[in-house]
C-alpha cells in the first residue's frame, strides 16, 4: 500500500519561531508537493521538487522554503512563522507529473500564536 | 487567469444520485481531476478525465466537456460513508493542478 507520512499532525508554534514540516513517502516517486488548505480555497501549490535537491516555486512560496536532500523525504521549511500561516499542510507525491494522480499525506495542521 | 469553480455544499438522500458540476478555465488542459476528502483526512484520487465524455468506476462516474470547460462527477446509490468534500481539479500546461475550493457533500437517511 502506497504511503505518505508527515511527521506531525498537530503542531502549536510562536510567531518568529522556525518550523520544520517533514514529509516521506515509501513509493520511490519523483516528485513531491507541498501545498496549504484553507477553509473556502482550494489547494494552494507552495513549492513542488521533481528530482533530489531540485524545487521549483508554487503558487504561494513567500515565507516558505524546502529541502530535499533524498528522494524519499521533502521538508517545509518556515523560517519565521506568522499567524497568517496558521494552516492544512498536506504533502502530496506523484510517480508522473502529467498523470495528476496525487497521494497525499494525512496533513499538519499547524497553529501560530 | 485561471480557474475553478464549484458549489460550496449539496445536500442528498442515501440511495439517491448526486451530480456535482465544476467548470474550469486553465492555461492549458492536460486533464480534470476529481478527488475525495473526508473530514479530517487526506484526499485520494477518484478519475481522470482528459477526452469528452463518460468515464464510469463503479458508483462513481465522471464527464468531462472539453469545449465547454465543465464537468460533474457522478455518484449513484448513495452512501452515508459518501459524505465528504469533493474537490475539482483542471491540470494547466505545466502539468500543475489548479484546485476548486471543494464540493461538501452531506448525505441524509
Known amino acids: 500500500d502506497v504511503k505518505v507520512t508527515q511527521s506531525s499532525r498537530y503542531l502549536v508554534k510562536r510567531t518568529g519561531e522556525k518550523v520544520f514540516l517533514e514529509c516521506v513517502q515509501d513509493?520511490?516517486?519523483?516528485?513531491m508537493f507541498w501545498y496549504r488548505q484553507d477553509p473556502g480555497l482550494g489547494l494552494r501549490l507552495i513549492y513542488f521538487?521533481?528530482?533530489?535537491?531540485?524545487?521549483e516555486k508554487g503558487d504561494i512560496p513567500e515565507g516558505y522554503s524546502v529541502s530535499r536532500e533524498k528522494k524519499e523525504r521533502f521538508s517545509l521549511i518556515l523560517e519565521s512563522a506568522s499567524t497568517n500561516q496558521t494552516s492544512m499542510y498536506l504533502c502530496a507525491s506523484s510517480f508522473r507529473l502529467e498523470a495528476g494522480e496525487l497521494f497525499f499525506g494525512e496533513g499538519s495542521r499547524l497553529t501560530v500564536l | 487567469g485561471q480557474n475553478i469553480d464549484q458549489p460550496t455544499e449539496m445536500t442528498a438522500t442515501e440511495g439517491a444520485i448526486v451530480q456535482i458540476n465544476c467548470t474550469y478555465q486553465t492555461s492549458g488542459f492536460n486533464g480534470l481531476f476529481w478527488y475525495q476528502q473526508h473530514a479530517g483526512e487526506a484526499p485520494t484520487f477518484l478519475s481522470y478525465n482528459v477526452l469528452d465524455g463518460l468515464e464510469e468506476k463503479g458508483r462513481f462516474s465522471s464527464f468531462l466537456s472539453r469545449s465547454k470547460g465543465y464537468s460533474y462527477l457522478l455518484l449513484k446509490e448513495l452512501q452515508m460513508k459518501d459524505s465528504a468534500s469533493y474537490l475539482c481539479a483542471g491540470m494547466d500546461s505545466n502539468y500543475q493542478l489548479i484546485w476548486g475550493a471543494g464540493t461538501k457533500l452531506i448525505i441524509k437517511p
Open positions: 521538487s521533481y528530482d533530489v535537491k531540485m524545487k
Open positions: 513509493m520511490d516517486h519523483e516528485n
